[in-house]
Nanobody, 124 residues
Framework: QVQLVESGGGLVQAGDSLRLSCAAS????????MGWFRQAPGKEREFVAA????????DFADSVKGRFTISRDYGANTVYLQMNSLKPDDTAVYYC?????????????????WGQGTQVTVSS
């Protein structure tokens, strides 16, 4: 069992940066692929980024490539999503997710645990 708690969301202007954090507890952090997803009002939850168990491999949605980075701190059992050059289209609730596997996945159904989400609002 894994518990995930996101933080770091807020209201920013277009072009600003934010760093989201996801603190994990309850199991061996290094055993999990960690991912970030987002859900805008009226839309389905979509993949944003993921990092594999050892932090070597990452994957990003095309819409955030070059602007977002993902990293993990094993000592703090935390995964981060650094978001730069934010756009109004990035406005959504951002969710952290954990997948008990060695390979990165981009579908919501492939993740085993989810956090409660943190709101990111980007004004134009």
């Amino acid at each position: 069992q894994v518990q995930l708690v996101e933080s770091g969301g807020g209201l920013v202007q277009a072009g600003d940066s934010l760093r989201l954090s996801c603190a994990a507890s309850g199991s061996v952090f290094s055993s999990y692929v960690m991912g970030w997803f987002r859900q805008a009002p009226g839309k389905e939850r979509e993949f944003v980024a993921a990092v594999n168990w050892n932090g070597v491999r990452t994957d990003f949605a095309d819409s955030v490539k070059g602007r977002f980075t993902i990293s993990r701190d094993y000592g703090a059992n935390t995964v981060y999503l650094q978001m730069n050059s934010l756009k109004p289209d990035d406005t959504a609730v951002y969710y952290c997710a954990a997948r008990f596997a060695t390979t990165i996945a981009t579908m919501t159904g492939e993740y085993d645990y989810w956090g409660q989400g943190t709101q990111v609002t980007v004004s134009s």
